[in-house]
């Protein structure tokens, strides 16, 4: 249905900042849902945030204050600026698309927050 790449990860001191993109193949205005999860090792995959085709956003608790999910319609990308990062954010992020009821997911970019 709707192709997603993530790009953005890397390695990153404590404190600092990173900014993911999940590039889409189609346009975003036809994608009623999309959101970023992020899966740390030994642990469920866990819900970052998401914004949705007017632009209404959640973020979860955890990374409140500290993440921002925004989009660009066009250039057909979401992102997730990372501020403030901690060793537990450590993790793969994922970012997902819903479009007429189907689940596409990307296929992840790992992010090591060292201490």
């Known amino acids: 249905q709707v192709q997603l790449v993530e790009s953005g990860g890397g390695l990153v001191q404590a404190g600092g900042s990173l900014r993911l993109s999940c590039a889409a193949s189609?346009?975003?205005?036809?994608?009623?849902?999309m959101a970023w999860y992020r899966q740390a090792p030994g642990k469920q995959r866990e819900l970052v945030g998401s914004?949705?085709?007017?632009?209404?956003?959640i973020v979860a608790n955890s990374v409140k204050g500290r993440f921002t999910i925004s989009r660009d319609n066009a250039k057909n990308t979401m992102y997730l600026q990372m501020n403030s990062l901690k060793p537990e954010d450590t993790a793969v992020y994922y970012c997902?698309?819903?479009?007429?009821?189907?689940?596409?997911w990307g296929q992840g970019t790992q992010v090591t927050v060292s201490s």
């Open positions: 914004i949705t085709n007017v632009g209404s956003t």
């Open positions: 189609v346009s975003l205005f036809s994608i009623n849902n």
């Open positions: 997902k698309a819903v479009l007429k009821g189907f689940t596409d």
